[in-house]
């Protein structure tokens, strides 16, 4: 299929999404995150992978749902954003699978609101 590509599904407040597996540099497990001051709410904090700081977001703010207890299915999907990486917590990491490009819905999540 010359016009799809391949996304991972996953969940937040059973909302499904997905990303482009092109973007996805690694799946993590949930981790301790370094707080922001003065950061926006969907910003959770800040990791630190091999000396790396990344910005963490929590995208439950973001999209103004309720908010979820993180446990053991919680995981941080860290994607590229440009030459930088970026992580986002999900609730549930699900599958990938194929899509035509047309039919997808994009939202770019590094615009301002």
Do not use: R, W
């Not at 999404?17 to 981790?31: A, F, K, W």
């Not at 749902?65 to 053991?72: G, H, N, Q, T, V």
């Not at 990491?93 to 490009?101: A, G, M, Q």
């Amino acid at each position: 299929m010359k016009n799809a590509m391949q996304i991972l599904q996953f969940k937040i407040q059973n909302v499904c999404l997905g990303c482009d597996v092109t973007e996805l540099v690694q799946i993590l497990p949930m981790m301790t995150l370094e707080s922001v001051p003065n950061s926006p709410p969907y910003l959770q904090g800040m990791m630190n992978l091999s000396g790396t700081l990344i910005p963490v977001f929590d995208l439950t703010g973001y999209l103004q749902l309720e908010p979820f207890s993180y446990d053991l299915n919680t995981s941080i999907l860290l994607l590229k954003a440009g030459d930088k990486s970026v992580g986002f917590i999900v609730e549930q990491v699900s599958h990938v699978f194929n899509i035509e490009k047309n039919k997808i819905q994009q939202k770019d999540f590094f615009k301002e609101k």
